[in-house]
């Protein structure tokens, strides 16, 4: 990557699978991040909207701070 170089704001489902990684941590020493990745995404297509709320809050709080410190962007 470039040097300067501004990543994106996280969406939700990033929100949601880095809390559905911790959680798993706490179950399990043996952790396959691939293994994770796919049923945090089996996961989160079985919540319901109001479910996935606090993590889409959480992104649309994240992209609002982006926004203010990387109005170029």
């Given amino acids: 990557k470039k040097p300067g170089h501004v990543r ?3 969406n939700a489902f990033i929100f949601f699978r880095s809390n559905f990684y911790e959680e798993q941590k706490l179950y399990s020493t ?3 991040q691939n293994d994770i990745s796919r049923r945090a995404g089996q996961r989160w297509k079985s919540l319901s909207d109001e479910e996935k709320e606090p993590f889409r809050l959480l992104a649309e709080n994240e992209k609002i701070q982006h926004q203010a410190m990387f109005p170029d962007y």
């Fill in 8 to 10: 994106r704001p996280r």
């Fill in 30 to 32: 043996e952790i396959d």
